[in-house]
T-cell receptor
Framework: DAGVTQSPTHLIKTRGQQVTLRCSPKSGHDTVSWYQQALGQGPQFIFQYYEEEERQRGNFPDRFSGHQFPNYSSELNVNALLLGDSALYLC??????????FGSGTRLTVV | LAKTTQPISMDSYEGQEVNITCSHNNIATNDYITWYQQFPSQGPRFIIQGYKTKVTNEVASLFIPADRKSSTLSLPRVSLSDTAVYYCLVGDGTGANNLFFGTGTRLTVIP
């Protein structure tokens, strides 16, 4: 039974560019949440998707957007990248609010 | 959302029992207490969850006093592989309350 899968594992982008990160939830999970984790800090909640809708959002600007597909997979898009967007981006899937399972993350470096 | 306070770091020798305490003075009646473990460049991993008194599983114990304003994660006989960051989270697990992480406790196990 595959856990949460995130791709890519690492990528480097230039300031001002746009990036798309992908997440496949654990089998049986229907909810996907995204987190940003800066070096030395705890994960910070970006938003959560359920039934292809953004259900809850943290304190992140509109440059951060997402999407959930009918198969429950999800994408995180970040526009107009800033140096401060460099972080580990984590995806967590759950069945509703039960059984949060995290992926290993995507390490984004903005130069 | 109930705020949590944990020690920033702890050191322990291999084979010792480690207790990490978390303060959550504003915990609500419906809130559960959940602990996660995170290794570098990996997503957080669920360790244990409880509401009151004591909960034990194969990896840890969670002690919660009657007033529930604090909790203690107990790791028996730690090994080098237990070196990680440990996060205490408080929430009621409903749609209006997602996972909010603090800065966690960095545990270093010394040979």
């Amino acid at each position: 039974d595959a856990g949460v899968t995130q791709s890519p594992t690492h990528l480097i982008k230039t300031r001002g560019q746009q990036v798309t990160l992908r997440c496949s939830p654990k089998s049986g999970h229907d909810t996907v949440s995204w987190y940003q984790q800066a070096l030395g800090q705890g994960p910070q909640f970006i938003f959560q998707y359920y039934e292809e809708e953004e259900r809850q959002r943290g304190n992140f600007p509109d440059r951060f957007s997402g999407h959930q597909f009918p198969n429950y997979s999800s994408e995180l898009n970040v526009n107009a990248l800033l140096l401060g967007d460099s972080a580990l981006y984590l995806c967590a899937s759950s069945f509703g609010e039960v059984g949060y399972t995290f992926g290993s993350g995507t390490r984004l470096t903005v130069v | 959302l109930a705020k949590t306070t944990q020690p920033i770091s702890m050191d322990s020798y291999e084979g010792q029992e480690v207790n990490i305490t978390c303060s959550h003075n504003n915990i609500a009646t419906n809130d559960y207490i959940t602990w996660y473990q995170q290794f570098p460049s990996q997503g957080p991993r669920f360790i244990i969850q409880g509401y009151k008194t004591k909960v034990t599983n194969e990896v840890a114990s969670l002690f919660i006093p009657a007033d529930r304003k604090s909790s203690t994660l107990s790791l028996p006989r730690v090994s080098l592989s237990d070196t990680a960051v440990y996060y205490c989270l408080v929430g009621d697990g409903t749609g209006a309350n997602n996972l909010f992480f603090g800065t966690g406790t960095r545990l270093t196990v010394i040979p």
